[in-house]
Structure formats: C-alpha cells, structure tokens
C-alpha cells in the first residue's frame, strides 16, 4: 500500500510563503488524483486542493488565489505552495488520494505537517 508522508511545514508570519511536499513510496500517476487537506484546531478535516494526473485542479473557496497545488509525477511527489498566509490557514496539513467528505474524520490519515502562522 502506498506510504504519504509530508513535509515543509513550520512557523511563518502572517502574509509569508510556504511549500509543502508530499513524498509518495510508488507511483501516484497509479494512484490518480490527490489533495490535500487540513485540521484547523477545534475544526473538523476538510479539503484544500485536489489535483487529477493531468494536472487539473480545484481549490477551497478560502485559499483559491493564494494557494498553488501542483505534482511531478516522475518524482512521486505532490506540492502546495502557499502565499499570502493568513493565520486562519494555521492547521495540520495532509495529503491524501482524492477522498470522499465521509472518509475526512477517518483515522487513517499519517502524520500530516504542521503549519503555524503568526500575526
């Protein structure tokens, strides 16, 4: 089974940048489309941005404009570029497969990356 594990999470200012990476352990041209998702604190899962193989993508309401979802597939790996960070963004960010809203207060989601913004 394939093994996700992010990273390139930290603490930033309020208005700074920051690209997270997610590392896939086989191909996720295989897996197909991927997102990420996140947990603000107090708040149940919900998703970011999600990217096909092909590199369509969608984004939250609340971070289109300001965050950038790409992948390399060759590499196994999939980003998200954020700019203009709030600290409303402050969360544990995960990658993922395209997931159903059902699957988000599943358990089974790895260890994520913490994102901190400060004012």
């Known amino acids: 089974q394939v093994q996700l594990v992010e990273s390139g999470g930290g603490l930033v200012q309020a208005g700074g940048s920051l690209r997270l990476s997610c590392a896939a352990s086989?191909?996720?041209?295989?897996?197909?489309?991927m997102g990420w998702y996140r947990q603000i604190p107090g708040k149940q899962r919900e998703m970011v941005a999600t990217?096909?193989?092909?590199?369509?993508?969608n984004y939250a309401d609340s971070v289109r404009g300001r965050f950038t979802i790409s992948r390399d597939n060759a590499k196994n790996t999939v980003y998200l570029q954020m700019n203009s960070l709030k600290p409303e963004d402050t969360a544990v960010y995960y990658c993922n497969k395209v997931q159903p809203a059902y699957a988000y207060t599943n358990n089974d989601w790895g260890q994520g990356t913490q994102v901190t913004v400060s004012l």
């Open positions: 990217i096909t193989r092909t590199g369509s993508t």
């Open positions: 086989r191909s996720i041209f295989a897996i197909g489309s």
